[in-house]
């Protein structure tokens, strides 16, 4: 299996989630479907399953690569720029 180079730049402990949901869902008047945290700066946004994809969106502004699934009982990662799950 390839490993991650971007897991060990990641921040320690990660960041606090910046809100419960995808904030830009709500402003769009959409629902989030499956959420996601980034590791970088604790965004949260919806997953590409959602109308707007607005997790990937955030690594495509923000060039932020890795999120981690921010659903009850899930923790695993992904990781955009080396399209794996870390």
Known sequence: MRECPHIPALPRPE???????????L???CDPVQLRMCLACGYV???D???YR?????????GHPVM?????G???R?????LLIV
């Not at 606090?16 to 830009?24: F, I, K, L, Q, Y």
């Not at 981690?68 to 009850?72: K, L, N, T």
């Open 27 to 29: 402003a769009v008047g």
């Open 78 to 82: 992904w990781c955009y720029v080396d």
């Open 45 to 47: 946004g919806c997953c």
């Open 49 to 51: 399953s959602s109308t």
């Open 15 to 25: 960041p606090e989630p910046r809100t419960t949901t995808c904030p830009d869902c």
């Open 68 to 72: 981690r699934s921010f659903e009850p």
């Open 74 to 76: 899930e923790d695993w």
């Open 54 to 62: 607005h997790s990937t969106r955030h690594f495509e502004q923000t």
